[in-house]
């Protein structure tokens, strides 16, 4: 006859890691065949097999050795980065945790006790006795229906989820320096033309002053000049306050005190340069909230898995050992020897439907998971269609206006011959000056803003990821047995 001990362990062996959950498939997205906004489109195409798309440090496409220092100092110092590496070594020891589960629990102790009893306890006049013992234990709950295979599932796509995360919080930290270090040079190039500009209209006022000497303007003339003047030194100042926000902003992206950076003037070299386009299949394998999302997804279904398997009964296995002596002699020998050992199985027959909540709850949670995950990819092709459409209609606009900057300089050139030859009066030379600058400004804004499409371009595309670089069960576990036990150093 099989003893009890040994049905348990046959048992075990035979239904271990048969899981009950579903099995995972990855939910199917809907993808355009091609970039609508590509049609008709000259300048960004899509790239050939043999072309390189984005890699690594994408903002080197811009060849600014400025903007490429910056960049690098965010990996290093960027304070939400680090926040999110740590939340990642969380979840990795939540997976080595939930892998222990595989293997029994084995502890030991040994103690000494003593007793005493009187004259009156029958034992006779002053008995003691002592009693050593070093027992151990061990227990075990084999993995019948695969509950800790689901544990550890849901734990790994957990880790990886916050691994994702920290890639989009990487690209999002980079573009963000990115677009604000144009930002700031388009500044800079603005207070050049209000510098310009300024210049200018002090030659004028003196030009002005000098013919009302002369009997040829008027009074007001003077004061329009002024006007005009102030009002651009206004622009000007106004413009070094946000220059002064978007250099402290970029400071603390780096992970430095404001006081500490200073960014020289700078200006845009050129118009963003052309930036390779994957295939729209290949977009869900490149961006790093797509593959959080589907994750996340993974994780809901092995959490369904872990809510149908508490259906199911729990078998644990148990034993004692030990050693158990009155003296300590004789404790090290054969003699002195004791076990106990057995299976337990225990089933939950009534919770009045509390395990069928938490089943449907997880069911819900799976749905609604693969929703997001759907809406997630819809609107990373949105962003991509938006970023094709803002470069292409950029790039038109930015032609035109340089075509009214070249007019409206040419017309203020003839209007100021005008005035100086006495047959146009100076309301007309204010009128012509506002619009030539406000068209130099325009042009400046255009370009900015066509670098600002290009940032959100290469961030739409993924800035080089692919999710093939999220860590396996394996590395996350070895990354984390590699971690010290010991008390975490204070760290800069």
Known sequence: MMRPWKFAVTLSLLCSGCAVGPKYQKPVAQTPPAFRELAGNGEWKMAAPGDGLLKGNWWEVFGDPQLN?????????????????????????????????????????????????????????????ETYSVPASASWEPDLWGRVKLSVQNAVANAQVSEADIENLRLSVHAL??????????????????????????????????????????????????????????????????RAQNEHAIATLTGQAPASLEIAPTAIAGPPPPIPLAMPSQLLERRPDIAATERQVAAANASVGLARAAYYPTLTLSASPGLLANNIQHLI??????????????????????????????????????????????????????????????????????????AAQQA?????????????????????????????????????????????????????????????????????????????ETKQ
Request: hydrophobic share 40%; no cysteine; proline share 2%.
């Open 69 to 129: 220092r910056l960049e690098e100092m965010v990996d290093v110092s960027n304070q939400n980065l680090k926040q999110a590496e740590a939340q990642y070594r969380e979840a990795r020891a939540v997976v080595a945790a939930n892998h222990a589960a595989y293997y029994p629990t084995i502890g030991a102790s040994a103690s000494i006790t003593q007793t005493y009893a009187g004259a009156n306890s029958g034992r006779g006049a002053g008995a003691f006795n």
């Open 333 to 406: 020998g054969y003699a002195s020897r004791y076990w106990s050992a057995g299976p337990n199985l225990s089933e939950t027959l009534f919770d009045f439907g509390r395990r069928g909540a938490t089943l449907a709850n997880a069911e819900a949670v799976y749905d609604a998971t693969v929703a997001s995950y759907r809406q997630t990819v819809l609107a990373a092709f949105q962003e991509v269609e938006d970023d094709l459409s803002n470069l292409r209609n950029l790039a038109e606009e930015s032609v035109h206006e340089q075509e009214a900057v070249v």
């Open 177 to 242: 320096v990115a677009t604000d270090y144009f930002a700031l040079a388009a500044q800079d190039m603005q207070l050049k033309v209000l510098s310009d500009t300024v210049d200018a209209y002090r030659k004028n006022l003196q030009l002005t002053i000098d013919r009302h000497a002369g009997g040829v303007a008027s009074n007001s003339d003077i004061m329009l000049a002024r006007t005009q003047l102030a009002g651009a030194l206004a622009q000007a100042s106004e413009m070094r306050v946000t």
């Open 412 to 488: 203020l050139d003839l209007e100021m011959q005008r005035y100086r030859a006495g047959t146009d009066s100076y309301l007309n030379v204010i009128t012509t000056q506002i619009i030539a600058l406000n068209d130099q400004q325009s042009a400046v804004s255009i370009l900015n803003r066509r670098m600002a499409a290009a940032i959100d371009l290469i961030k739409a595309l993924g800035g080089g990821w692919d999710a093939s670089q999220l860590p396996s069960e394996n590395m996350i576990r070895s990354a984390a047995a590699d971690t010290s036990p010991s008390a975490p």
